[in-house]
């Protein structure tokens, strides 16, 4: 079946560092690919998205590449700010057993300090 | 507003007891899903539904129950089959017209068993 495979956190940055958070798939069809971001006791917001390879998706400075080849959606940021700190989540959505489904991975906490 | 709203924000249920978690969408969305959050785990699928009157397990269906009555709602039973129900709760939507989609999430559920 499908699955995301990301950073295990925690990850803690100063203010300005350069951000990375890996994320690999496996996926038998070609899977549309995201990143949604849950800030303390909220549900997740779509951060970005790429819905087919060599796509890049980018939102408030995130960025990440659709890349077949390694079946991989890193998220990078050039400069994080405090206000970053959250979880972030790699997904995928595929058809699986005639159903669209949404596979996370298991999330990566990022604080930022000043 | 448009959205999801999910409701009530804190609940708390003694064990044995069976409790519902509301899920409200005016998006005019098809697919609705419920998502359990443990901490460390991301989030797991237990019920998706596609179409009115029609719904499927997902990966931790097991002590939960769901309708789907209508368009706007999906509402979730945590059965006394649950062992371990404490967790915070994520229903989700999305629209399946066309190739590009993307899930909304509402503000999720904390569920305590006291």
């Known amino acids: 079946g499908n699955s995301v495979t990301q950073m295990e956190g925690p990850v803690t940055l100063s203010e300005e560092a350069f951000l990375t958070i890996n994320c690999t798939y496996t996926a038998t069809g070609y899977p549309s690919l995201f990143w949604y971001v849950q800030y303390p006791g909220e549900g997740l917001q779509l951060l970005l998205k790429?819905?087919?390879?060599?796509d890049k998706g980018s939102n408030k400075g995130f960025e990440a590449t659709y890349r077949k080849e390694t079946t991989s959606f890193h998220l990078e940021k050039g400069s994080v700010q405090v206000s970053d700190s959250a979880v972030y989540f790699c997904?995928?959505?595929?058809?699986?057993?005639?159903?669209?489904?949404?596979?996370f991975g298991k999330g990566t906490k990022l604080t930022v300090n000043p | 507003d448009g959205g999801i709203t999910q409701s009530p924000k804190y609940l708390f249920r003694k064990e044995g007891q069976n409790v519902t978690l509301s899920c409200e969408q005016n998006l005019n969305h098809d697919a609705m899903y419920w998502y359990r959050q443990d901490p460390g785990q991301g989030l797991r699928l237990i019920y998706y539904s596609q179409i009115v009157n029609d719904f499927q397990k997902g990966d931790i269906a097991e002590g939960y129950s769901v309708s789907r009555e209508k368009k706007e709602s999906f509402p979730l039973t945590v059965t006394s089959a649950q062992k371990n129900p404490t967790a915070f709760y994520l229903c989700a939507t999305e629209s399946l017209q066309g190739a590009d989609t993307e899930a909304f999430f509402g503000q999720g559920t904390r569920l305590t068993v006291v």
């Open positions: 997904a995928l959505s595929d058809l699986e057993g005639g159903s669209e489904k949404l596979v």
């Open positions: 790429a819905t087919k390879a060599d």
